[in-house]
Each structure stands twice: as C-alpha cells, then as structure tokens.
C-alpha cells in the first residue's frame, strides 16, 4: 500500500481516497501511518544512539508503549511529552482501541464513526512531524544517524 519513498502527504491523501471505499481499512492505514510517523520522531529526536532506540521500538506497540519510551528517549532533549505534542491525545487513543477491535474481529463501524478516528489518527501523524520539523528534521528524509561512543 505505501511505499518507503511515499512522502507523508501522499500517504494521507491516500489514506482519505481509502475512506470512500472501505472506512475500517482506512482507519487502519492511518494508525500505520502513525506508527511509522512516532517511530521516525523517536529515532530522529531521542537520546540514544539509533541502534538501541531500535531496540526499544522492537516490542513496541501501543499508544501507551510509544508514550513510555518517548518520554525516555525525546522528552529529555525536547522537554515535550507524546501528549503534549499530539493536541488530541484522548482521540488518537479512541483511534487505537477501535484498531485493536477491528484488528481483533470483536467488532466492525460504520464510515462517521471510522472517520472521526481516522481524521484523529492523520492529525496526531502531523502534529509529530511538524514537532519534528520544528527541530529541523524532515521525517520523510534519511534520518540523523547517532552511533555508540567508543
């Protein structure tokens, strides 16, 4: 569906065209583009070489487990936590919980209500990449790479 080289604009562009078609899927794709949004930001904004932040992101999943290790690794340089940087907090995790019931089969929606999580997930995917810009880095670009002291 998105490739490596797709800019975040198209993505979401995409992702809204998705809508028409099938709201859950869109939905899903949103929260794909979150995730791969936070998980950029973290990299490029935290403290520890890129190697380990890796590391920590490996069994992270999860507003809550982003949140965690944001606050480990961005946080002390940013001064900002996850939900100070995301102005919808509360929406982007509604957005969450109906992913992980889709994902799960416990239970399907209907398009307004796909929508509102969906237009929820896309703005917190923007609020972190203009945090990120805001810090002079461009999350659809090679990331600033931080290797271990020696």
Not at 93 to 117: E, F, M, P, T
Not at 136 to 144: K, S, W
């Amino acid at each position: 569906m998105f490739l490596v080289k797709d800019r975040s604009p198209l993505r979401e562009q995409r992702i809204l065209k998705m809508m028409e078609e099938d709201a859950s899927l869109s939905l899903l794709l949103a929260i794909i583009h979150f995730e791969w949004t936070v998980r950029r930001a973290i990299i490029a904004l935290g403290t520890s070489p890129n190697l380990e932040i890796r590391k920590k992101l490996r069994d992270c999943h999860g507003a809550e487990k982003y949140k965690t290790v944001w606050k480990e690794e961005v946080f002390p340089r940013r001064d900002k936590r996850l939900p100070e940087v995301v102005t919808d907090w509360e929406g982007l995790l509604k957005a969450w919980n109906l992913r992980h019931r889709l994902i799960h089969g416990v239970s399907s929606c209907g398009k307004d209500y796909a929508q509102n999580k969906m237009i929820s997930a896309l703005h917190a995917s923007k609020n972190i990449r203009d945090f990120a810009s805001s810090h002079e880095v461009n999350l659809d670009e090679r990331l600033p790479v931080r290797m271990r002291k020696k």
